[in-house]
């Protein structure tokens, strides 16, 4: 909508690194070169960053590439992926695309049921997908949920860990997954700098493995995926310590403030991780106060697509704007 405060898509509202826009305009002048196929540069600044080694990591147009490079390498006719209901669509994309089944396991109270999809792994199971914090609900995996479930998951079966909100996620119960990493060969940990970097447009996504995953993943890469105007500036932005200690406070204190304001006025929502809230509409009719909403000025997300036709997804904002938002729905 024109106009309209955007709220939908879990975008940081304080934009990107102004240090990423500077390196973006230093890469101007050599757009007519292609970019590195893959770029030493950015594996090693990230691998500093995530605290791992630099042939441990592979770059996608955006995670969701990522998703797909596991598809095309270990899914096809024949074999399936397990997930969970109530999240993100790109896993059950990913295994579609290329002709395997993807079983969604039932979450409970709209948590991942670990022991569900646990049950739906069979001889056929190639890939386990997880998202934590979860989008649409912002909940987590707790530590030892999580490593009870990969104790159980057979070896030969690739866990894919989605952790797009990892940086908004401060909970003491939330896993440090490079440590499992060491215990677990057989997984694989996803980033984005979509989130809290606010480089979205640029679509630079990340995964972590054991080189021999990586290795494997790279076979179906496309060699130019990555623009250099993207690599520039994922570099710059994981540099920019201020930029993202700024970001996780702006996101502190619009979680503390909208959790307190939004149960004040009777809403239901789910404790979050994340850069969102999921809303519980007040009426049961979510698609009803999206339109609402709408015609105040503001896009949220319904939630009829993640099978959650009674919820919305709100992006944390300033102060002001969450308010108005709490005296639209309870209104």
């Not at 009829?304 to 309870?330: C, N, V």
């Amino acid at each position: 909508m024109p106009g309209s405060i955007k709220l939908s898509s879990n975008e940081n509202p304080l934009g990107p690194s102004p240090k990423a826009l500077e390196a973006m305009r230093g890469a101007l002048d050599s757009v007519h070169i292609y970019p590195p196929v893959v770029s030493s540069q950015l594996c090693e600044t990230v691998a500093d960053w995530r605290g791992c080694a630099a042939d441990e990591i592979i770059f996608g147009n955006g995670s969701d590439e990522v998703f797909t490079m596991v598809g095309a390498t270990l899914l096809g006719p024949g074999r399936n992926a397990v997930g969970s209901e109530n999240t993100f669509s790109q896993y059950e994309f990913a295994a579609r695309m290329f002709g395997a089944e993807y079983r969604a396991a039932p979450t409970r109270n709209y948590q991942y049921d670990l022991q569900a999809m646990l049950s739906l792994i069979d001889s056929s199971t190639s890939v386990v997908f997880l998202c934590s914090p979860n989008n649409p609900t912002g909940m987590i995996i707790p530590e030892p949920e999580l490593r009870e479930f990969l104790a159980a998951v057979p070896k030969d079966i690739l866990v894919i860990i989605d952790q797009a909100y990892r940086e908004y996620a401060e909970s003491e119960k939330y896993p440090e997954t490079l440590d499992l990493l060491k215990e677990h060969p057989n997984l694989l940990i996803t980033g984005t700098f979509s989130k809290i970097f606010g480089l979205a447009a640029l679509r630079i996504g990340y995964g972590i493995a054991r080189p021999e995953v990586i290795h494997m993943l790279l076979r179906v890469k496309s060699p130019f995926n990555n623009s250099s105007l993207a690599q520039s500036a994922a570099i710059a932005a994981v540099r920019d310590n201020e930029f993202i200690t700024r970001s996780i406070e702006f996101n502190r204190n619009s979680r503390e403030y909208s959790s307190k304001l939004f149960s004040e006025a009777g809403l239901e929502f789910f404790p979050s991780e994340s850069n969102f809230l999921c809303v519980r509409s007040p009426s049961s009719d979510a698609a009803g106060d999206v339109r609402r909403l709408q015609e105040h000025g503001i896009t949220v997300r319904d939630l009829h697509s993640f099978g959650m036709k009674e919820y919305m997804r709100i992006t944390f904002s300033e102060p002001a704007r969450m308010k108005q938002i709490a005296d639209i729905l309870k209104g």
